[in-house]
């Protein structure tokens, strides 16, 4: 199997140029695509076979969307690309000075041109116990394990008698107040109250909580602060427990521990407190943000380096000397931009291309049916329901696919006029320890009882 | 958490008789609605939170319906119902002495009636490595994995070299010519056929090979000779290898063993090649036929314990002195007696009801794009494009849910019109142990050549 690599020279044996981009999120898809057509060969790599539209995840994790409707298949898109290849497979480690990529299954991949998109994983700031706790909400696998694992909390507490136990079971801990957190504390709430309350006898709506923290004094810090303190007054009115200034400094099996001193008992805790950069080993000895991000000069090349470009939540792009945010916008623009780059360099323009600067569009974050908030371009803000609805357009627009922009539509359609969330089965529960943790036979403070009890 | 049977006593104490279903396939699920809202508690018991249309399985297995398509959610079913609850548990052994079964989690849960419908898992004949390298095609997670298996040979062997690693990657062997392997192995040949050929530059469509083995002398056995005959005829111009009178003897990671002798180089085997009724713990002791069915009654009681009655797979009804084949009208329609015994048993009616009988409505199968054959009650067959469309009338009607309707026959327009198998992502594809290995260093072949070579 030493001769995968070879198989790729062979199918790509055109002599031209060849620019490796390593992952397929937004920031390398937009390059990849860009560089369709072109007088390069493009190969493209990724761990999994899909892109996937991030923004939606939490969609998936409430029941509302299949994990199909925001994936979409990287084959289908470059299907009829004479010089794009797709490669499915895991990047070990980079070597600059020989211009080569490990990559498993297979061996090494030589470059022309790299650029490396290889986006940022959860973040638990080394604590590895909250690791083990919490749930991301970062890859489709994780959306529908909290889809599982939510549904079998309620399962588990329409059958429990113990109050404690119960309690531990409805109620739901959402770590971090940016839009993810935001949304997905939205749509938790509506998945409970909209649906859980008419299929569970015995669980009455005022016995679930949802408790939001954010470390910061507000929600969505990146917004303006109107926009902020809108989306916190929605979730409260929607019954949602908003805590600011607060931060989950310890789990276990039973409850987190908050940084006021407060202990919350749960048995979920939703993670979207932190990001941090992936790098493939290698990129060790590279110059690094304070947000740990790779250092690149304003062409969006890797400093210290030579034909090797970095984009995307594992670069530190600025503009106007502020670092970008980990959003897919910025990655977007700057895949573009290193593709447009690179063509410079290959057909030897006379003149370097102009510094990357990042055209921000605006940003945008919905709470729930009929709210959401979008900030547009010139500081214009809407919130409530034609925020909803920019929201919609927006999403859509981006989805790729035709089939996946239809069904995202039905579904979200379905879900208005019919107050369902239709996906609804717990998939592959067994594999799931904080599922199976459920099972345990009792919480700490029972354990004690039964102790000084029958034994 | 011992307290969970409390708990259902508490909210099924109305004093009525209870029964307790267990299983929520076409028998539990048959039985359950019948007893709803009639003057019985009923407890319907399951592991999953769903009911699963398992006739379209392999549609999920080769990317075409997503898995919330076919399943539906228990609690939806019953959401109206006043006398109807459900509790996702397993159940881990029945006492019928003193009328309890074991569940988990939870404790024991009392009945004044049982209707056990367990249904069948897959069977190996014993044969432990063959099991370990087959996938079955019973469950959903058993589809869905079979799905990212399959697309991730695909993704493999685009990039291999070597010839005969290639060819284990792209030989499907498909074990069991009954519907379910007959089904999948057309399915299986329209999403290479149609879809991967335009995604997978490397792979040309004569180098897959799908090999679908029957143990007896034809496909179909429970149809007509004619109709089976047609099946397979269908299947060859198709360029499915048919072989008949022949059985899967053996497996390794590299190939399988055929009765006739020939060695199968494959990495997938498809198991749809024997099931095997799935008793709970304690009914050991219970009479069981041939096939190792709990022997019922003519009125489907368990024969020797009392108020116990079997269903479905699990059961050896009889009709006319014969066994019926374990599909899902028989099961739906002694769910259906089932539950019409008891209401007779607690109205305390003066006549016993009458013996069971099957009335075979006919059966159905599709063999891919316009080919379908359908035997019709007084002996009525109907093959190619009328078999099909007879298929997908009786399919959608017999689906739960007007959404699952809508949506599978949106499916099933998409892929008549536009040749495509959407749902084409692997997730997941890290826990599967036979997708990772593929990762493995070399067949037992190459191994032998590179101790003779550089070592």
Known sequence: MAADAERIEETLSSGRPRVLVVGAGFGGLACARKLNRKPVEVLLVDERNYHLFTPLLYQVATALLNPSDIAYPLRRVFRGSPNVRVMQARVKSVDFKRKVVQVSPGSELRYDYLVLATGSANSYFGNQ???????????????????????????????????????????????????????????????????????????????????????????????????????????????????????????????????DGSTIPTRTIVWSAGVSPEKPSGTEALAESRSK????????????????????????????????????????????????????????????????????????????????????????????????????????????????????????????????????????SQTDPLVEGIDDPAPPSQKARSRGGSG
Chains 1, 2 share one sequence.
């Open 129 to 259: 116990r909250l690791a083990e706790h919490s749930i991301g909400l970062k890859v489709l696998e994780e959306a529908t394990r909290l889809r599982n694992h939510v549904l079998s909390c309620l399962e588990r507490a329409e059958m429990e008698t113990d109050d404690e136990v119960r309690q531990s079971l409805l109620t739901f801990l959402v770590a971090g107040g940016g839009p993810t957190g935001v949304e997905y504390a939205g749509a938790l709430g509506e998945l409970i109250q909209l649906v859980a309350r008419r299929d569970f006898h015995s669980i009455a709506p005022s016995d679930v909580r949802i408790v939001l923290v954010e470390g910061r004094d507000r929600l969505l810090g990146m917004f303006p602060e109107r926009l902020g303190r809108y989306a916190e007054r929605v979730l409260r009115k929607r019954g949602i427990d908003v805590r600011t200034n607060t931060l989950v400094n310890a789990a276990d099996d039973w409850s987190a521990t908050l940084s």
């Open 293 to 428: 991000r790779i250092q690149v000069d304003d062409r969006l090349r890797i400093e210290g380096v030579r034909d090797a470009y970095a984009i995307g939540d594992v670069a530190a792009a600025k503009t106007d000397g502020d670092e970008l945010p980990m959003l897919s916008p910025p990655a977007m623009q700057e895949g573009r931009y290193v593709a447009r780059a690179i063509l410079r360099d290959v057909q030897r323009a006379a003149t370097p291309p102009e510094p990357f600067r990042y055209f921000d569009k605006g940003t945008m974050a919905t709470i729930g049916r009929n709210a959401g908030i979008a900030l547009v371009r010139g500081g214009l803000q809407f919130t409530g329901f034609f925020g909803w609805v920019t929201w919609i357009v927006v999403h859509v627009y981006y989805l790729i696919g035709f089939r996946n922009r239809l069904l995202a539509l039905v579904a979200w359609g379905w879900n208005y006029l019919r107050f369902d969330r239709p996906i609804r089965i717990v998939l592959e």
